[in-house]
């Protein structure tokens, strides 16, 4: 799910970034670090939306730099269990598929598959194939219900399903 | 300020303002009308009141007062009260005052205005109360006309009646008659035909009842008051042996009609998988193909073990592979092939074509495509035979995958029913091995609440209390179930821990769950594995481990932290067991709290974490039955029992340390005062020798060994170092450096003066060292009045007087280190060191600490928010505590302890503090005590 949240962001500057442009170069500085970095509780931050405020440069002592916190509102991506989501599937083997929801890594096993669903290793991409000819082959479009979701410290893994009504090829 | 916001202020703060406790008491006592509550209070008032008539405050209580009679809605009670007091004791010199404030809106006589006003207030006050006892009353009648008499149903109601309903002595009897086999049922007919179509004129069957026991043959059951009702009922009916009638005991009658669980008949309908008691076969695992009506019998296939080299003394068994034991024993000379030594044939599946020739004559063939060979027939390699099912055991190992295989058709791969049967079979073990702890999520597999998930609450033995989870069940209940009645739940979706077996350890998503088995993704491997539900734990709260060390995101939050203490927790004390597989890179600091160590007596106390140098020593026991005795010391224990094994006879015996002497290397025994440093110059060596020395040393790079030797002493506290009657510390300052040897270079002199334990003890008095508590409290730098007996004992800054100034020294002015972190302590951020981590000049507190210590989860003091996670301790700076701030001990000796400052010596470097527990003070460095923020962490 996308959330809108306020977050805040340490930044230093060196002295010698020290110039007119100081908002500029910490509004740069925090897209750069912030957008696309994880964090376990909030999920994935995924844009910046606006800086809220830059707060005063506090010079750190004995080092010269420059401490700014900016807060920040940002849309930040986490799957929560039970949601439903598109997918781009990346990775097909036997034990069924892997898929992307942007940085999510969505696993969907063949047990969460339907039934009419056979691994298809023959040809020139492995796929999963029902005899109505939909292939689930890497690059397919699929949409997928969270199952679980796991918390790393750089990432988020899940499992989907596609074992339900008005999930699956789309 | 004003008298309105006086009166208000008190009403509201209750605070020690006179005022404010007047109105108080009067708002919150009991109504009036308790006369010796009112006492108390008009005493106690009427003290305050004099203050406040004496002071400059009088006029404007009155004109307070004033203020009241103009609104006669606020305080009322309040009002009464100061009325009645002001009543009874008259008037003093505040009321002039109060006359001419009053007079013109009450013209009358003051006492005249005062009895009126109390009269209609009693009045009131009486008819209030009347109604109130009428309502209450009122209510009480209700409550009696229809408050049920019944006590409601609870669910342990059925508990208590059953065992009410069990039969007592004046119940009627139940008496077993012997009657003729096979006759039971007839003859319970009988008697109740008889009972129907009695005429008048036969005599009544006056029994209660008459039963038979199908298990029981040859026996029928009455029931009766008298003996003689059941010969009148049973007169003239033949098969009945009257004459052997038995009185069944009353405990046993329950028993008579308890329905006993069917067992094996039952048993091997279900089973699939069993393996032979006896003979040939021994262990062998078989497949249960066909269960005989009689249920006693089966058909079971199992890999046969033929003897192809036809030699001719085993041939009979070839011939008969599935000899009963009975023959066995009568041929093998009672004794199983394997058992006699005699190598059986291996395992192998029937192949026709591998048959020697003389055995391919015997062979045919019927029309189902069994292979005959003698009595036995062959199918698909395996061998078929009939046995009883007294010869199975079905509570022998679990099958293994291997010789499931053998069982499986020829390509050698198992089929889906073949696993399943398994699977099947080894649920059947489920109770044997599955382990439940509190807060598991399970599923009841049998009896009344099969299939109702739940949550247990706890296990204790068999039996375990679990929180169904039906909809529109009550929260809170919660009913006990046998544990082999549950199974664990696990849905797809949830992390969970293999706990044991091959994958043990590895922490999957569960993906799919089918029955008792369930198939994990094993994210870092990205494959999957096939488990038995039984075997997996949650794993919610370990999903972050340490192999993947976070680089402490932009964000603040505590994930990362909650995941590094969670195993903690999980282990130690939601499991209560170490058996709980541990993760690798998994903190090792699981484990039971350790108990505190009891207080060394003696100078020969050790370390407790360091070899006992008495260990090993050859001793004389010097006092008590075993006085003479020579021995070596084989342990020794923390109360100062030493075990000594004899060298006369090889005896071990527990003797108390200070009863040894010790043979130093010249061979002579000396006293324990001279411990297990018989030389002079062992003690001052001691303090130099990194071998001896203690993790609580602190040396270099042992923040970590400091951080334990803390730890210890934190739990065991020290015995008041330095206080006359305590034993010296219990660890790091060991026999060596206790006043007499601390001089070091003193010489053996010095030893003279204190060679036996009483004069060690008696060394460190007041008298003669004097440090006391209060002395070090006196004194920033403590100095030793009684020095001259030590004269090289120079007083150190921070050294604690019983502790050899060197270790003190050592110990105590060690720097703070990089592992100082401990939750709680506020920090801000280190000036000199090269991070940009924290923000600077914000004041924050270890939320929680991690990598021993070494690094931390920051959070804000103001906010209580986690501003950074993972933070080196490098780049932060504890706060300097001031007085009367509870504080943590960060580094050197005292590690870990807590207690609170109590003031600050020697231009800021020394603090004291009195650590909680115990009234004396220690002298601490200020650098090595972090201040504690008291918000939740």
Known sequence: MFFLRELTHLVSLQPSQFTHDVEEQLRRRLHAEVEGSFSGRFGYVISVVDVVSIGAGLVLPAQGAAQYQLTYRAIVFKPYKGEVLNAIVSQVNQQGFMA????????????????????????????????????????????????GTQTYPTKIDAIGSIKEDYLGLI | MSDNDARRGAAIDDDDDDYGLYDGEDLDGPPAGEPLDEDDDEEEDEDEEEDYRGGRKGSSKSRSRKKHKANPFLELEAEVDEDDEEDEEGYDDGHADFIDQEDEEVPDTEDYLRTDLRRHRDYDRRLDQQTDTDLQQLAADIDRRHKRTVPRFRGDVSARSQHSLLPSVRDPKLWMVRCREGKERDLVLLVMRKHFFATPRDTPVRIHSIFCRDDLKGYIYVEADLAAHVTEALDKVTGVYLSR??????????????????????????????????????????????????GDKCTVSLVPRLDLTGNSSNADRDMAPMATPDRKRKKGGGAAPAKAGIARPPQKPFDERDLPAHMVRKLSRDNRGFWALGPDRFRNGLLFKEVRATLLDFAGAPPTLDEIKLFSSTDGSIDALTLRSLKSALDDRDKDTSVFYPGDQVEVKSGELAGVPAVIVSVSGAVAIIAPQIAGAARDTQTSVPVDQLRKRFSVGNTVRVL?????????????????????????????????????????????????????????????????????????TARGSMSMPTMPGQKSTMGPPRAPPPPRAGALGQGARRRDQLLGSTVKVTQGPYKGYMGVVKSTSPDGNVKVELHTNSKVVSVHREKLRVRDASGTFVGPSYGPTGTPHYGSAYGAAPGIRTPAWGGAGSSSAAYDGGYHNNSGGYPGYGSSAAPPPPSGYGSSSTPAYAPGGAGPSSYSQAPTPAGFNAGPTPNLYAPTPSMHVGSATPSYPGMAATPMHVPHGAATPAYAPGAAAAADDEPLGDAWAREGVVVEANPTALHGAVPYGVEMYIARALGDGTRADVAEVATGRVVQENVPVTALKPVAPSKNDAIVVLAATRVGERGQLIAVHGGGVQGIVRMPGGTDFTILKMAHLGKLHNAPA
């Not at chain 2, 067992?263 to 005989?292: F, N, P, S, T």
């Not at chain 2, 870092?524 to 192999?547: G, H, S, W, Y």
Request: aromatic share 4%.
């Open chain 1, 100 to 147: 992307e929801v942007g940085p999510v890594n969505v696993f969907v096993s063949r047990y969460l598959l339907p039934k009419q669903f056979k691994f298809n290793p023959s040809g020139v991409i492995s796929c999963w194939s029902d005899d109505m000819d939909n292939r689930i082959e890497r690059g397919a479009k699929v949409r997928l219900r969270i199952q």
């Open chain 2, 245 to 294: 009638m038995t009185l069944v005991p009353v405990k046993e009658m329950a028993d008579v009609l308890t329905i006993k669980k069917e067992d094996q008949a039952v048993d091997l309908a279900h089973k699939k998988w069993a393996r032979i008691r006896r003979g040939k076969y021994a262990g062998d695992l078989v497949r249960i193909e066909d269960v005989a009506d009689s």
């Open chain 2, 500 to 572: 044991v077996g091959k994958h043990r350890g590895k922490i999957g998503t569960v993906v799919h769950v089918e029955g008792t088995t369930a198939t994990l993704l094993v994210t870092a491997e990205n494959a999957e594995i096939q488990v038995f539900t039984r075997d997996l734990q949650d794993a919610k709260d370990v999903t972050i481990t340490e192999q993947a060390p976070s680089t402490g995101g932009p964000e603040g939050e505590r994930q990362l932290a909650k995941i590094e203490a969670a195993p903690i927790v999980v282990g130690a």
